[in-house]
């Protein structure tokens, strides 16, 4: 998106680039900004609160809420999936671990980091704290959005090994909440400062048994950012040049190959929030090219596994380190899987979360079609990256031969979901919490968000409407 109309960024006023970046993303204005991108920004909000919802009640969403509950936590935030409020940097923390929990969470290409599962749980947390209002939320989203991703890409591709949604998310996480309160430059330059501290998070969780962790890195950098606003707000001091200074942020985990001039490189111009990848499929990001185009084989061919002698995926070199898991038991491994996904794609609806736990886990044919996947890195596909391509081929026992290939999965930002697809994947992820009613008051919330004096409607609608 080509916001033309939006503002620009004034020349260098700051030693530092993050103070440019900064600057600018206090100075925007609701009413100053196109109407496309405002929509965009409730659109994101609908999909982190699906996705959250849904996240509440998996193993990872509860345990992360009952510990919170466990300390008795009194606060004005909303805990999703849940009636009894609790302080805004906890609820952050079990909101933001829900978010992440299911693969469904946007991403922001390029940058490698999930905003949304960061920003939002930080940003409502804030606005209930403080009684903000929705167009503040909103505000808070669009500059949150901005930062995480301009930091993820400022890091650059030497910090793979790290999951850059820990690493770059208290950044966004510290933004956001700094915008919602309206707090001053000085606070949030303070309160990235403090958030750096706290960026962590390695991919340990790609290996075998992933565990629950990664759902965890997106909950604690949403807490980080919350917390660092909070000591910021009373003049806890931090340094200015933690994220792009020497042993910043970005020098410690990007090194020589960080870009810091990612931080205020054409502030106004394509907005991060309007070119984000819109989850359709519960798996990691890369794998999903290869679920689309596999599913649509299998029903164009009316496939079924047993006809099927094997399957041949073409990929980028760090899906095949990373993402080649032939027997994974557990959700997080089987998500990161492409011969799991590639078994589901060719089987099932690749779109259900439900594939990749419980009971799906004892389907000995999913385990038996993913031994005869096999990866290998193509070398047009590799040309590509960081777009996540792939080249597909199922050789049938009839002698047949089917292949694909695709660039884009659908909705990334060029083949992206239409408003109405984002409302019903909403619908389909809250109604494992709430009922019919409170999404639908949810929906009609949202869409009107920014006339809203506070954001009290929302959490109501959030709250009340939780299945008994």
């Given at each position: 998106?080509?916001?033309?109309?939006?503002?620009?960024?004034?020349?260098?006023?700051?030693?530092?680039?993050?103070?440019?970046?900064?600057?600018?993303?206090?100075?925007?204005?609701?009413?100053?900004?196109?109407?496309?991108?405002?929509?965009?920004?409730?659109?994101?909000?609908?999909?982190?609160?699906?996705?959250?919802?849904?996240?509440?009640?998996?193993?990872?969403?509860?345990?992360?809420?009952?510990?919170?509950?466990?300390?008795?936590?009194?606060?004005?935030?909303?805990?999703?999936?849940?009636?009894?409020?609790?302080?805004?940097?906890?609820?952050?923390?079990?909101?933001?671990?829900?978010?992440?929990?299911?693969?469904?969470?946007?991403?922001?290409?390029?940058?490698?980091?999930?905003?949304?599962?960061?920003?939002?749980?930080?940003?409502?947390?804030?606005?209930?704290?403080?009684?903000?209002?929705?167009?503040?939320?909103?505000?808070?989203?669009?500059?949150?959005?901005?930062?995480?991703?301009?930091?993820?890409?400022?890091?650059?591709?030497?910090?793979?090994?790290?999951?850059?949604?820990?690493?770059?998310?208290?950044?966004?996480?510290?933004?956001?909440?700094?915008?919602?309160?309206?707090?001053?430059?000085?606070?949030?330059?303070?309160?990235?400062?403090?958030?750096?501290?706290?960026?962590?998070?390695?991919?340990?969780?790609?290996?075998?048994?992933?565990?629950?962790?990664?759902?965890?890195?997106?909950?604690?950098?949403?807490?980080?950012?919350?917390?660092?606003?909070?000591?910021?707000?009373?003049?806890?001091?931090?340094?200015?040049?933690?994220?792009?200074?020497?042993?910043?942020?970005?020098?410690?985990?990007?090194?020589?190959?960080?870009?810091?001039?990612?931080?205020?490189?054409?502030?106004?111009?394509?907005?991060?929030?309007?070119?984000?990848?819109?989850?359709?499929?519960?798996?990691?990001?890369?794998?999903?090219?290869?679920?689309?185009?596999?599913?649509?084989?299998?029903?164009?061919?009316?496939?079924?596994?047993?006809?099927?002698?094997?399957?041949?995926?073409?990929?980028?070199?760090?899906?095949?380190?990373?993402?080649?898991?032939l027997a994974p038991k557990e959700t997080m491994a089987a998500q990161y899987s492409i011969p799991y996904?590639?078994?589901?794609?060719?089987?099932?609806?690749?779109?259900?979360?439900?594939?990749?736990?419980?009971?799906?886990?004892?389907?000995?044919?999913?385990?038996?079609?993913?031994?005869?996947?096999?990866?290998?890195?193509?070398?047009?596909?590799?040309?590509?990256?960081?777009?996540?391509?792939?080249?597909?081929?199922?050789?049938?026992?009839?002698?047949?031969?089917?292949?694909?290939?695709?660039?884009?999965?659908?909705?990334?930002?060029?083949?992206?979901?239409?408003?109405?697809?984002?409302?019903?994947?909403?619908?389909?992820?809250?109604?494992?919490?709430?009922?019919?009613?409170?999404?639908?008051?949810?929906?009609?919330?949202?869409?009107?968000?920014?006339?809203?004096?506070?954001?009290?409607?929302?959490?109501?609608?959030?709250?009340?409407?939780?299945?008994?």
């Amino acid at each position: 998106m080509n916001d033309l109309s939006a503002p620009t960024a004034k020349s260098s006023t700051h030693p530092n680039r993050s103070g440019n970046m900064v600057e600018f993303l206090l100075s925007l204005k609701l009413e100053n900004l196109p109407a496309n991108l405002v929509r965009e920004a409730r659109t994101r909000l609908l999909d982190g609160l699906g996705c959250g919802l849904y996240g509440a009640v998996m193993p990872w969403g509860k345990i992360a809420a009952k510990v919170v509950y466990e300390e008795e936590s009194r606060g004005a935030a909303t805990i999703y999936g849940n009636r009894e409020p609790v302080a805004a940097a906890r609820a952050a923390l079990v909101n933001g671990t829900a978010t992440h929990g299911i693969e469904l969470d946007d991403i922001s290409p390029g940058a490698h980091v999930h905003p949304g599962a960061v920003v939002i749980p930080a940003a409502l947390a804030t606005a209930e704290r403080c009684g903000a209002s929705g167009a503040r939320l909103l505000l808070g989203l669009i500059a949150g959005y901005e930062a995480m991703t301009r930091a993820g890409r400022g890091i650059g591709e030497a910090g793979w090994g790290f999951h850059i949604t820990g690493v770059a998310g208290p950044v966004g996480a510290a933004v956001a909440s700094g915008v919602v309160q309206g707090l001053s430059f000085d606070q949030v330059m303070r309160a990235i400062g403090i958030a750096c501290s706290s960026s962590s998070g390695i991919k340990s969780f790609t290996q075998g048994s992933g565990g629950m962790v990664k759902r965890m890195h997106a909950g604690r950098a949403a807490e980080s950012g919350v917390l660092a606003c909070d000591l910021a707000r009373h003049g806890f001091t931090a340094p200015l040049a933690a994220l792009d200074g020497k042993f910043g942020l970005l020098d410690v985990f990007g090194g020589d190959k960080s870009r810091p001039e990612e931080l205020d490189k054409n502030l106004g111009q394509n907005f991060a929030i309007g070119n984000v990848w819109t989850k359709v499929f519960p798996c990691c990001g890369v794998i999903h090219t290869t679920a689309q185009a596999l599913h649509a084989l299998q029903v164009e061919n009316k496939l079924t596994a047993g006809a099927i002698k094997s399957v041949r995926v073409g990929t980028n070199k760090r899906a095949v380190a990373l993402n080649g898991a032939l027997a994974p038991k557990e959700t997080m491994a089987a998500q990161y899987s492409i011969p799991y996904t590639a078994a589901v794609a060719l089987t099932r609806d690749p779109r259900d979360p439900r594939h990749y736990a419980g009971e799906a886990f004892n389907d000995a044919s999913l385990y038996d079609l993913a031994k005869r996947v096999e990866l290998y890195a193509d070398t047009e596909i590799e040309a590509m990256y960081p777009r996540y391509g792939t080249r597909v081929e199922v050789r049938l026992n009839d002698g047949r031969v089917l292949d694909s290939k695709l660039l884009d999965a659908h909705g990334t930002p060029a083949d992206p979901c239409t408003e109405d697809e984002a409302k019903e994947k909403f619908r389909c992820l809250a109604e494992v919490t709430n009922s019919a009613a409170s999404i639908a008051e949810v929906l009609s919330i949202v869409e009107r968000l920014d006339t809203l004096s506070s954001v009290k409607p929302l959490s109501d609608a959030l709250r009340s409407g939780v299945h008994a």
